[in-house]
């Protein structure tokens, strides 16, 4: 399946990819965190690739494993129409940089993750609560918060 940001990143980062995937004629791309803003930079500023949209920033939550959480950048270019599906592997505790510098619009898409996962974002300008109050006790979104959330701490909430 053709990409043109996929070729871009073999070209000029070929050991910051570590997996690539095809599913549903989109193109994901694993890239080890430590290169990511320059990845990130890169594909936002490169004529050819141009990704100028960061329409979508996601977490998954693998309990179990060691690099806990998964965060999925959702990346488009008005211009050209391509997509590309950035990811990052990191573990429970471990900070990711920001990217709101490259796209402005990176900076709700990080609270919301830090709100729901308690994943922080090294640099970010403003990481606190999006959609919780500011007493809210843990991150709904982890595996283990209880389904009901804890009583004790919330019943003004039920």
């Given at each position: 399946?053709?990409?043109?940001p996929?070729?871009l990143?073999?070209?000029?980062?070929?050991?910051?990819?570590?997996?690539?995937?095809?599913f549903?004629?989109e193109v994901?791309a694993?890239i080890?965190?430590?290169r990511?803003?320059?990845?990130c930079r890169?594909l936002?500023?490169e004529?050819?690739s141009?990704?100028?949209?960061?329409s979508d920033?996601?977490?998954?939550?693998?309990p179990k494993e060691?690099l806990?959480?998964?965060i999925?950048?959702?990346?488009?270019?008005?211009a050209?129409r391509h997509?590309?599906?950035?990811k990052?592997?990191i573990?429970?505790?471990?900070?990711v940089?920001?990217?709101?510098?490259?796209?402005?619009?990176?900076n709700?898409h990080?609270?919301?993750a830090f709100d729901l996962f308690?994943i922080?974002?090294s640099?970010?300008?403003?990481?606190?609560?999006i959609l919780l109050p500011?007493?809210?006790?843990g991150h709904p979104?982890?595996?283990?918060?209880?389904?009901?959330?804890?009583?004790?701490?919330h019943?003004r909430y039920?």
């Amino acid at each position: 399946m053709p990409s043109v940001p996929l070729e871009l990143l073999k070209e000029k980062f070929p050991d910051a990819i570590e997996e690539v995937a095809y599913f549903s004629g989109e193109v994901t791309a694993r890239i080890r965190k430590d290169r990511l803003i320059e990845v990130c930079r890169f594909l936002k500023d490169e004529r050819r690739s141009q990704l100028d949209l960061l329409s979508d920033l996601s977490a998954l939550d693998f309990p179990k494993e060691a690099l806990r959480f998964e965060i999925n950048y959702h990346l488009y270019s008005v211009a050209h129409r391509h997509r590309i599906r950035i990811k990052i592997r990191i573990a429970d505790g471990e900070s990711v940089p920001t990217v709101s510098e490259v796209w402005a619009t990176a900076n709700w898409h990080e609270r919301e993750a830090f709100d729901l996962f308690g994943i922080a974002f090294s640099g970010h300008p403003d990481l606190t609560r999006i959609l919780l109050p500011d007493d809210w006790k843990g991150h709904p979104l982890r595996k283990e918060y209880p389904l009901e959330g804890f009583p004790e701490q919330h019943p003004r909430y039920r």
